[in-house]
């Protein structure tokens, strides 16, 4: 079992940054994939970001590439979510989610740990 607690989310403005930050329990996490997804009200969770167990691979959705960058540190069970020039159309409440593989997926039903979400808000 891989307890997941997410941190950073809030309020600023357009054009600003965040950094969540989700640290996970348990001896096992460098052996997992983990991922970011968001939520916005009347809509369907969808992918943000992934990395895989090692850290070497990532892939992002179209809509953060070359904003949002993921990372990890797996000596200290964290993995990042580093949000630069926000939109009002990032707000979202954003999940982080755990992988028992060490590749990543785009699916959130191919994760396997989630945890209870961070709200982050874009004002305009």
């Known amino acids: 079992q891989v307890q997941l607690v997410e941190s950073g989310g809030g309020l600023v403005q357009a054009g600003g940054s965040l950094n969540l930050s989700c640290a996970a329990s348990?001896?096992?996490?460098?052996?997992?994939?983990m991922g970011w997804f968001r939520q916005a009200p009347g809509k369907e969770r969808e992918f943000v970001a992934a990395i895989s167990s090692s850290g070497a691979r990532t892939n992002y959705a179209d809509s953060v590439k070359g904003r949002f960058t993921i990372s990890r540190d797996n000596a200290k069970n964290t993995v990042y979510l580093q949000m630069n020039s926000l939109k009002p159309e990032d707000t979202a409440v954003y999940y982080c989610?755990?992988?028992?593989?060490?590749?990543?997926?785009?699916?959130?039903?191919?994760?396997?740990?989630w945890g209870q979400g961070t709200q982050v808000t874009v004002s305009s």
């Open positions: 989610a755990a992988r028992r593989f060490t590749l990543t997926a785009v699916v959130p039903a191919q994760y396997d740990y």
């Open positions: 348990g001896r096992t996490f460098s052996t997992y994939a």
